[in-house]
Each structure stands twice: as C-alpha cells, then as structure tokens.
C-alpha cells in the first residue's frame, strides 16, 4: 500500500454560495469547478492548492450524509481523502487485513470521476477517512 498524497479535504459548509467567496477571498484563489454528485446528495466546490483540493460539500437533502453531518456538528472538516498509487481495491484489501473496517469494502464513484472508498471513522481515531485512486494515475 502506497500513499502519494491529501487528494482533497472536505469541508461541510450551509451554502456554497457563501463559502465559495469566503475562500476565494481568504486563499486568494478560484474555485475552478461545481459538480453535484446524486448518489452522495451533495453538491461540491473545488479549489486547488498545489496536488491537494479543498472540497466544500453542500448538501441537497437533510436526510443525506453531509445533511446529517451538518444537523449534528454545524460546518466543518467533514473528512481527509488520501490518494493512492498502487490501486484502490488493492490497499482497501490492505487496510481490511489491518483490521480496518471499511465503509465501502469496493470502490465507488465519487466527484469528477474518480473511484474513492471509504474507511469506518471508529477504527480511524474518529476522522471520517477516505481513500481514492490518484487522478494522475487514472
Ligand atoms: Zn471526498
């Protein structure tokens, strides 16, 4: 298992339309994409700092898991995305042999088509972890 870098870190926020300025403004930078992703009932930002995004997750439906999210802890770091070099079914199996329990034991569809899993926030010292495969390699 080879870890190449923070893919991006996600960020719950109440409005994207709000927080998209907030950090045009306080990173000096654009945000350069939105996608909304169904299936996860969010609608995402991105911003780019060096190999690392920012994502800002707003969502679309109170039931949803950044809905919950928000309902429970207000905005905040919602979880760190690491990319993978070696791929992403092989070090989830990896991580399964470690005794972490995944989420997601096979990849799914995340934002802008990368394939992420991820990892059960109880065996990762409570920070919801993600895994994905690295865009560079995809
Ligand atoms: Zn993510």
């Given at each position: 298992m080879k870890l190449s870098h923070i893919e991006h870190i996600g960020i719950a926020v109440k409005s994207l339309e709000t927080s998209i300025k907030l950090y045009e403004e306080m990173l000096?930078?654009?945000?350069?994409a939105v996608e909304e992703v169904a299936e996860q009932k969010v609608k995402t930002a991105f911003f780019k700092v060096g190999d690392t995004k920012i994502e800002l997750l707003e969502s679309t439906?109170?039931?949803?898991p950044i809905g919950k999210f928000l309902e429970r802890k207000g905005e905040g770091v919602h979880h760190i995305a690491f990319a993978t070099e070696d791929g992403l079914q092989h070090t989830l199996d990896a991580l399964a042999e470690k005794g972490i329990q995944l989420i997601d034991k096979t990849p799914r569809k995340g934002a802008e088509g990368l394939n992420i899993a991820f990892l059960h926030p109880k065996y990762t010292g409570g920070v919801l972890t993600e895994i994905c495969e690295d865009p560079k390699k995809a």
């Open positions: 000096g930078i654009k945000c350069y439906d109170p039931e949803g």
